[in-house]
């Protein structure tokens, strides 16, 4: 068992409840995309048995984050959204040095492979312009409704494992992340079960579609994941912040993501 990577379940699992934040970049950001991606793919083959000892510790670490710190992402964000999205910021721009050397960018990137990355940037980026289609959690649920929950649930995790695009916010563009947190803070388990089977058949199409183009298009799929998470920095910056204040306690969260990020450097991309 890897039991380190409790934390990183951690890490990802309390990303992932907020909205604008993707569990798949703390996944970049912690050197673990590809085994992330390798793990959920070959779970589902004759050699799951393998996969377990990465996989188990990393859902226990989700699953803690959930309890115990998810509200207090929540309420961080709520309260102090600039200087905890500038933390965010901070560590995931410290990494990207990182994950360049990792990919050999420097060796390995031609032409193609820059415009591949910038496209990535892009698509990400563009996500700032969606307005939320959010509205009130449905009462009263029809087979039209389930169905609809059904596919947020594929739809959102499979972009949970997509360094860059939030799941959370995506659900929030559909209009159905107030439905699903409600149905979870009061135990709606019909709700629950139907997103959940969304969900795991979300996260096994999307790892095999990433796992087949990481096999056979190393250096272009890096370039794609490595734009989707400079994209990820536009949707995460949260504008100049304006009182004094502010500005100051902007600039420590900045500088902790980033510190953060070169401890993380330091331990999970060591040779």
Known sequence: MEWKNIYRGMLMGASDVVPGVSGGTIAVVLGIYDRLI?????????DWKKHLGFLIPLGVGVVLAIILLADLIEWLFEHYPGPTQFA????IIGVLPYLLHQSDAKNTFKAQHVFLLIIGALIV??????RSGETEPLQN???ASYAWLFMSGFVASSAMILPGISGSFLLLIIGAYTT???AVSEFKFDIILVVAIGVVLGLITMSKIIHYF??????????????LVIGSTVVIFPG?????LEVMVSI??????????????RVEYKE
Do not use: D, Q, R
């Open 214 to 227: 990481l096999e056979n298009y190393t250096t272009g799929t890096f370039a794609v994941v490595i734009g």
């Open 38 to 46: 390798e793990a959920i793919n070959g779970f589902f083959t004759k």
């Open 125 to 130: 980026a563009s996500m700032l312009f969606f």
């Open 252 to 265: 420590l969260t900045f500088a902790l993501g980033l510190f953060v990020a070169y401890i993380l450097g």
């Open 180 to 182: 699903i947190l409600n």
């Open 240 to 244: 100049w912040p304006t009182g004094a």
């Open 88 to 91: 965010f910021l901070g560590l």
């Open 141 to 143: 649920l029809t087979i």
